[in-house]
């Protein structure tokens, strides 16, 4: 099934991503650039950009699902997992960078107040504990909504978390840059549609949510011994409280491979039947810069091994 962001009519998509302008969410949606006549609709918070594809405002959804220092952004995968119905189309990754950023004249010692999203406050955990000791630190709804607010107040003693490109958007001095823990950081992003699940590539990743049918010892084993079995490689495992009392989780597993991929699907369609239940989120093409060589050796791969099928199939005789 097409993309919804590239329709073939000649009304542009719509695409809902966690705004303001300026947020690491809008840069790397901006990475797409079959997106690029897509109209862009900018939301206050995650679970607003979700709920605007799931009630069909938008054709497409973009938002950050994991970061390299934090992990998991858990109100991506809950809403995904427990309030919509939404499969994800693909993955982007970008390299993300926080800078530290105030209106003009401010110094770091005179700062009392940080303003930022909080999942981007965790990852520059070690600079506010050394640098901003005793700061108060105040949760906005994205990094570039905090840039936003100090850039239109001009808040004294205030600074914000936030991505470069905030502070030119926004009129605010960049005081320190890549404030990050981690100079590896990174965060993946996944486009979400409604419906349809985009052809197999030959490197593609499936994501699934895996509902224990009863908690006893070994469960865990009897679902993951399922992938083993095949040979499936996991790229992710995490588990998630499902939120009926303490004790009760569900597993979030992303793994090599497509629905497509009979190996694949067999796998689901035991775990399915026999041991847990299964929320399927979609099969995708899997980010990484070495992709599109992985993909192509992948297609000429297997239109060797189909004219080998095909010819081993000619020669079966006609039954009689």
Known sequence: MEDPATPDSAEPARIAFLGPEGTFTEEALLTQSDYAEAVMVPMVSLPDVLEAVAEGQ???????????????????ADSLVFDVALLIQREVVIDVHLDLMAPAGTTLGSIRRLLSFPVATAQCRHFVADQLKGVEVIATSSTAESARLLGEDHRIHTAALAPPLAAELYGLEILAHAIEDHPDNQTRFVALAPAGIPAPTGH???????????????????????????????????????????????FLIDLEGHIADEVVADCLRVLHAELADVKFLGSYPAAGEHGPAIRQQAGEAWQVADGWVRALQDQVRPPG
């Open 204 to 250: 593609d990743k499936t994501s699934i949510a895996c509902f224990q049918g009863e908690d006893h010892p070994g469960s865990l084993h009897a679902i993951l011994s399922e992938f083993s079995a095949r040979s499936i490689n996991l790229t992710k495992l995490e588990s998630r409280p499902t939120k009926r009392g303490l004790g009760n989780y569900c």
């Open 58 to 76: 938008v054709d497409l959804g973009f938002v950050p699902i994991e970061n390299a220092i934090e992990g998991t952004v858990n109100a991506t």
